[in-house]
């Protein structure tokens, strides 16, 4: 019997409502299921679990992993051509033909779904290493979570890696370990259109009636906060696209993150919003610029290093480096400078 065929456990088939008659796959976490085959064949499966009948409402240990049939039946695990066990060494998953699971939350330009297809800067970045240290089409899985469930469902088993454009801090270096980062960004201010509240940076908030949205769990409340806003003027919500709903409706005057993930924002808007001039958040009387890697348990180091062997090669060509990330609206100011490193991030000196 094969390692993949141990994982995935016994036969069984479990039929599934279709979903504009496709069933692709299948990850059952909080309230959505949401799934896709691989960074190359995403069809997304988008359900909320009252969608779910009693017969098809599982736990997660009980959702088989891997291709699904567009019959609206998933296969057996004994059928799949790749399966995935829950935690595991993924670099032994990639050796034996077995899925490696990659968890994500939608938030442009580092990881969403655009149209059913799941892409981002730092989607297309790790799908690329995952390919160079030998995983197959088909056997990459695509799941979108949110934000603040990323890391517990990392260290849960439920994925392998995050690929989500997270900043690297010292309190996340607690609880999972980084590669070296693949982007560094300023920050900046997501505003309506003409920029009415004349906002420039978070001090603009301070002793203030405005309200500025935060994605709930990321490290702009912190920020924020730091420099002198009070939390009675932080909303925090649980992802970029409930945030610039609110921001149009006019409950929040702005929102604050990364410059690439609001300079997209902004040029998807239509011309409803606008940013404004990028700044380096300052804690402590030091600069922060933001820096965001992947993210793996804290056991998996040989995959880590095996990661950043390959992130290596692609920022030492910059012209490589920008062949993945400028189709998401990165430019030379995020290529990610030597000084940088996950080290001095993790120990908050960079």
């Known amino acids: 019997m094969t390692a993949a065929a141990r994982a995935c456990g016994p036969s069984l088939e479990v039929s599934l409502p279709k979903v504009n008659n496709k069933i692709v796959d299948k990850h059952m976490l909080g309230t959505k299921i949401i799934g896709y085959r691989s960074p190359q064949d995403h069809k997304l499966i988008d359900r909320k679990e009252s969608d779910v009948s009693a017969e098809t409402r599982w736990t997660r240990r009980n959702v088989f992993r891997g291709a699904i049939v567009a019959s609206g039946v998933v296969a057996a695990p004994s059928l799949l051509s790749a399966c995935s066990s829950v935690g595991g060494d993924p670099l032994a998953k990639i050796k034996d033909g077995e899925v490696v699971r990659i968890g994500l939350s939608n938030e442009p330009p580092y990881a969403f779904d655009d149209g059913g297809t799941v892409t981002g800067e730092s989607v297309e970045m790790y799908t690329a290493i995952l390919k160079e240290l030998g995983a197959k089409d088909g056997q990459i899985e695509t799941s979108i979570v949110p934000w603040n469930s990323l890391i517990p469902g990392l260290n849960a088993g439920d994925y392998d890696l995050i690929t989500a454009g997270m900043f690297i801090t010292p309190e996340r270096c607690a609880e999972a370990i980084f ?15 003409d920029n009415p509240n004349e906002l420039v940076d978070y001090t603009s908030f301070i002793d203030s009636e405005l309200t500025l949205g935060v994605v709930s769990g990321a490290v702009e409340k912190d920020q924020a906060m730091a420099a002198g806003v009070d939390a009675a003027n932080i909303a925090e919500i649980k992802n970029l696209n409930d945030l610039k709903s609110e921001l149009a409706s006019g409950r929040i005057d702005a929102i604050a993150l990364t410059a690439p993930a609001l300079n997209y924002a902004a040029q998807q808007s239509g011309g409803e919003f606008e940013t404004v001039e990028p700044f380096v958040p ?63 991030l993790c120990q908050g000196e960079a």
């Open 179 to 193: 590669s070296e980062p693949d982007y560094i960004t300023a920050s900046t201010l997501l505003v309506p259109k």
């Open 282 to 344: 300052v804690i402590d009387g030091k600069e922060q610029m933001g820096a965001g890697g992947a993210v793996f348990r804290p056991a998996d180091t040989a995959f880590r290093d095996a990661v950043n062997a390959e992130l290596a090669k692609i920022k030492g060509d910059k012209a490589r480096w920008l062949s993945i990330t400028e189709p998401f609206g990165f430019t030379d100011n995020e290529f990610p400078a030597e000084q940088y490193t996950t080290e001095s």
